[in-house]
């Protein structure tokens, strides 16, 4: 484990992992760089790839409430640690953040948008009840209750109860949990765009993008992908045959290769 120290001073840890160009993995929600080690292993074969704690994580610094701002220059730092300019990998809401870098200029070389949860279609009920559970999550979080944080966090989602269960009683997921009201509520917000839709911030980055998106997950999440690849100057669209939102390692790494690799 290394360190690299971000704009306002704070220590962002990270792993290095291989040889040849290099890739900066950014996890989603509650997720530290352990989420991305094993794709960092076996992308480690042709690139030198750099998976790290997000602000608030795993043994990076940070003090709430921390802000996409920050996050976005955290990730700056790394790709100057990586040698100036690097591809880019964003999981999720993590693919959200990695969005708002390559719109900020951030040297990115590649970008690769893995199922960023953007609801295109979203009407108000929906906006208030986001807002709702939000507010939710803060007061527990404030009541020191991060199991019972999580545990809402993912009880819309879909996910199984006793992945839930599991996940809401993991220390390593509890510690995280302070992060939940920045990811994914602020980085996917209206707010952090500047009033700017996704498609409209997507028009604006011109680095070439892949993003991916699993054939059994969510049908809005995969017409979110083909509409933002549209939106985006040097765009593509790749649906992975029968995978949903959390794709292995062994699947994921060679469709990353064959892009980060193609002529």
């Known amino acids: 484990m290394s360190t690299v120290i971000s704009a306002d001073g704070t220590a962002i840890a990270f792993e290095r992992t291989g040889e040849g160009p290099p890739v900066v993995l950014v996890a989603g929600a509650l997720c530290d760089r352990l989420a991305t080690s094993l794709l960092a292993t076996e992308l480690g074969r042709h690139f030198t790839v750099i998976g790290y704690d997000r602000r608030g994580r795993g043994e990076s610094g940070g003090t709430a409430p921390d802000t996409v701002q920050q996050e976005i220059e955290d990730l700056g730092a790394l790709i100057a640690e990586a040698g100036g300019e690097a591809a880019v990998y964003g999981h999720s ?11 900020a200029g951030l040297p990115i070389t590649e970008l690769v948008l893995h199922e960023p949860p953007f609801y295109l279609q979203e009407d108000q009920e929906e906006r208030e009840e986001s807002q709702a559970l939000l507010q939710r999550i803060k007061e527990l979080l404030a009541q020191d209750r991060p199991a019972d944080a999580i545990a809402a966090f993912l009880a819309p989602t879909g996910m199984p109860q006793q992945l839930i269960d599991f996940m809401s009683q993991n220390p390593g997921t509890q510690a995280n949990a302070r992060t939940l009201p920045i990811d994914p509520f602020e980085v996917v917000s209206e707010a952090s765009r500047g009033g700017r839709t996704p498609i409209e911030q997507a028009r ?24 933002l690849a549209a939106a985006m100057p040097n765009g593509r669209h790749l649906v992975l045959p029968d995978q949903g939102h959390i794709v292995a390692a062994d699947v994921l790494a060679p ?9």
Do not use: F, K, N
């Open 204 to 227: 604006e980055v011109a680095v070439p993008t892949l993003v991916l998106c699993g054939g059994a997950s969510h049908p809005w999440m995969i017409e979110t992908g083909e509409q």
């Open 93 to 103: 809401s993590g693919a959200a953040l990695a969005l708002h870098a390559a719109a």
């Open 255 to 263: 469709a990353l290769t064959d892009y980060l690799t193609r002529p």
